[in-house]
């Protein structure tokens, strides 16, 4: 049978979902983006309990915490999901192979699964490697004891270094007892060839027809997983859901850190259908999620041989990045502080990362960017440029206004106003880690900014400003209220320039601890020269006050 091929959409992450009628031929194109998760059902069961969606995972234990059980648990942490283990064999494996399996018996297989299954209102079982025929029967007899909402099966046989994980012995398990309880099975090329008996997969119009066999045996849905097709420069899967079948593709990855991906796809979906999404959307959300995933580790290394792990929860390289500084936030980052101003940038004809690049030469100790009058697209490219050139040199990058770009960028935090986006609800999105300022005009508005955990305060305007319309001028004996009054440290900011930095800076507060500056540094023909002079001017004036 020939299929209608879909075309890639391109876009920050690339997967297309097409829907190819089976019986009319006709091609439906649908986006997948990156976190779908609609569906939701109520999780407040009374006053005060709620139900936490739970997944139990039933799978072997990987000793280089990359696929099995060590994925499982990540990928529902990641998804927001509660999981639970049944281990069904501990593997001695690394990036390299597998150097050893050590089965865990069938009575103690079924000890851990009524443990579970009879006390924690597990909502999706999900199976990877199940190393007998004996824990086939034994899964297959605790469901029926145990019913569970949807049964997974990812139908591990061979790891991803080539090793064998389970015999030809369990294929007639899988084919009698799980596949028919199954509401998705999810084998690649090799377990679907194997499961029919070694009919050939290696195409894509194969991967088709095996969806259809392999549906025949019983489970509801069939996920073949096209990673290994040969020649193919997409990722292709294959979806059948009884009637219809979907395409799905997304720009293949290079990177050699693929370890886990079949575990985690399995573990995705499970957690999105405890969750309350229909099967159609999880298979879409734990698709994206791993393109996110993979794409994020691309480039980390951990161990030597050719298969990677990779960071289900996308914080690896954040901290590698962040290992210079002892602390998240050290307040004396605040001393020279530029921030940019796109409309100067324009007029002086120098990109905004040009802009940033100068100031951070000529010695600026922090920058924001504040971009008011540009598209976000523009926005989000310009940080992330802005952040390797920050990354490169210590120098912490926050965002203005903007929580969505900081995090689309994975920015060190944000500089929020009074009337934007309350500091206490940022803290909520962005986290603990996140550098979070709230500008302040009273002592009472940087007691509240203490309170809703903000880390540092900006104070202004000092001085008359042209860049802030309407800015109220607070001068030098608000910035010493504001500082007296505050817990955290603080940085002015307003008409301040090589001029008149160091009256600022000799009004004898401790937690004074620099200036933030627009105009001084990019209203001026050479951003490196003007940054330079300023550094002097408060490396002077700190020297006087200590
Ligand atoms: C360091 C610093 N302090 C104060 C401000 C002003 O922030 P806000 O009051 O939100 O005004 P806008 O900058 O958004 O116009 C700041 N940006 N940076
Ligand atoms: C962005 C901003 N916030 C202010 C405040 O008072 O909170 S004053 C200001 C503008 C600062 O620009 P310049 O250094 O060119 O005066
Ligand atoms: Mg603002």
Known sequence: MAYAQPQVLSGFYSTSFNKVNSRINQSKQIQVCMETQRGRRSMMSNHSTIKVPHVLTVAGSDSGAG??????????????????????AVTAQNTVGVQGVDIVSDDFVAKQLKSVLSDMQVDVVKTGMLPSSGVVKILHQCLREFPVQALVVDPVMVSTSGDVLAGPSILTGFREELLPMADIVTPNLKEASALLGGLKVETVSDMHSAAKLLHDMGPRNVLVKGGDLPDSLDAVDIFFDGEDFYELRSSRLKTRNTHGTGCTLASCIAAELAKGSSMLEAVK?????????????????????PQGPFD??????????????????NPNDLLLYAVTDSRMNRKWGRSISDAVKAAIEGGATIVQLREKDIETWDFLEAAKSCLQICRYHGVPLLINDRIDIALACDADGVHLGQSDMPSRVARTILGPEKIIG?????????????????????????????????????????????????????????????????????????????????????????????????????????????
């Not at 002079?533 to 006087?544: C, F, I, N």
């Open 67 to 88: 696929a099995g059980i060590q994925a499982d648990l990540k990928a529902c942490a990641a998804r927001g999901v509660f999981c639970s283990t049944v281990i069904t």
């Open 285 to 305: 959300a734990a698709k994206c999620f791993i393109e996110t995933a993979l794409d994020y580790s691309k480039d980390i290394v951990i161990g030597n041989g």
């Open 312 to 329: 289900h929860l996308l914080r690896l390289k954040r901290n590698i990045h962040n290992s210079w500084k002892q602390d998240r936030f």
């Open 438 to 546: 709230v500008s302040c005009k009273t002592p009472e508005q940087a007691q509240q900014a203490w309170i809703d955990g903000a880390d540092y305060i900006g104070c202004g305007g000092i001085y008359p400003t042209n860049t802030k319309e309407n800015n109220r001028t607070v001068g030098l004996d608000g910035l010493k209220a504001v500082c007296l009054a505050s817990n955290l440290p603080v940085v002015a900011i307003g008409g301040i320039g090589i001029s008149n930095a160091s009256p600022v800076m000799a009004i004898d507060a401790p937690n004074l601890k620099g200036v933030a500056v627009v105009s001084a540094l990019f209203d001026r023909e050479c951003v490196l020269t003007e940054t330079r002079k300023l550094h002097s001017v408060l490396v002077e004036a700190t020297t006087k006050t200590k």
